[in-house]
Antibody
Framework: QVQLVQSGSELKKPGASVTVSCKAA????????INWVRQAPGQRLFWMGS????????TYAQGFTGRFVISLDTSVSTAYLQINRLQAEDTAVYFC?????????????WGQGTVVTVSS | EIVMTQDPATLSVSPGERATLSCRAS??????LAWYQHKPGQPPRLLIF???TRASDIPPRFSGSGSGTEFTLTISSLQSEDFAVYFC?????????FGQGTKVEIK
């Protein structure tokens, strides 16, 4: 079964770091880019960036450079989103999503989401 | 960036009735529009891509139409499992952008 399984919820203090993982199963990991999407409370979804799982090259949306790092480990078919120097505004659900090249790179398979709460 | 606007924010529909959801793009995106269904605690599910092509295993009561800037998702006869949030996404350009969602609730 094709799926993306994300790591569990996190509660962090401001200034700390968090890493969310996204493990792929049921397909060839390096054939599909992985994207990260954020949904803050009451807000619409926002594309943060993506990573080419073949080259390992990440791309970041405006506003998601500096504190955000997207990486991967192809040996375990897993992508990672690291957020440094957490702020209260980073409280959100974070989704990893696969792109499907043959369907025009539409986002087709989503992880279940990881809730990150930043609170002192 | 391309702004996606969905109407209405909430749609109250009785089971068995038709639901019509709208998504508008701030500029032409041709047919690079996808629709998703999102239920609490579950990952979003791709319903429609290329504006009108159903994804795998999506029942025919879901249909999409439109091109350019105006798009519609129609659920022909709502089933109990269809009550959820629906959102659109354009993949014509980067950054990918999403509508704010339409909640389809039981009337």
């Amino acid at each position: 079964q094709v799926q993306l399984v994300q790591s569990g919820s996190e509660l962090k203090k401001p200034g700390a770091s968090v890493t969310v993982s996204c493990k792929a199963a049921g397909y060839s990991f390096t054939n599909h880019a992985i994207n990260w999407v954020r949904q803050a409370p009451g807000q619409r979804l926002f594309w943060m960036g993506s990573i080419n799982t073949d080259s390992g090259n990440p791309t970041y949306a405006q506003g998601f450079t500096g504190r955000f790092v997207i990486s991967l480990d192809t040996s375990v078919s897993t992508a990672y989103l690291q957020i440094n120097r957490l702020q209260a505004e980073d409280t959100a659900v974070y989704f990893c999503v696969r792109s499907r090249p043959l369907w025009g790179f539409v986002f087709d398979i989503w992880g279940q989401g990881t809730v990150v709460t930043v609170s002192s | 960036e391309i702004v996606m606007t969905q109407d209405p924010a909430t749609l109250s529909v009785s089971p068995g009735e038709r639901a019509t959801l709208s998504c508008r793009a701030s500029q032409s995106i041709r047919n690079t529009l996808a629709w998703y269904q999102h239920k609490p605690g579950q990952p979003p599910r791709l319903l429609i891509f290329r504006a009108s092509t159903r994804a795998s295993d999506i029942p025919p009561r879901f249909s999409g139409s439109g091109s350019g800037t105006e798009f519609t998702l129609t659920i022909s006869s709502l089933q109990s499992e269809d009550f959820a949030v629906y959102f659109c996404m354009q993949y014509h350009d980067w950054p990918r952008t999403f509508g704010q969602g339409t909640k389809v609730e039981i009337k």
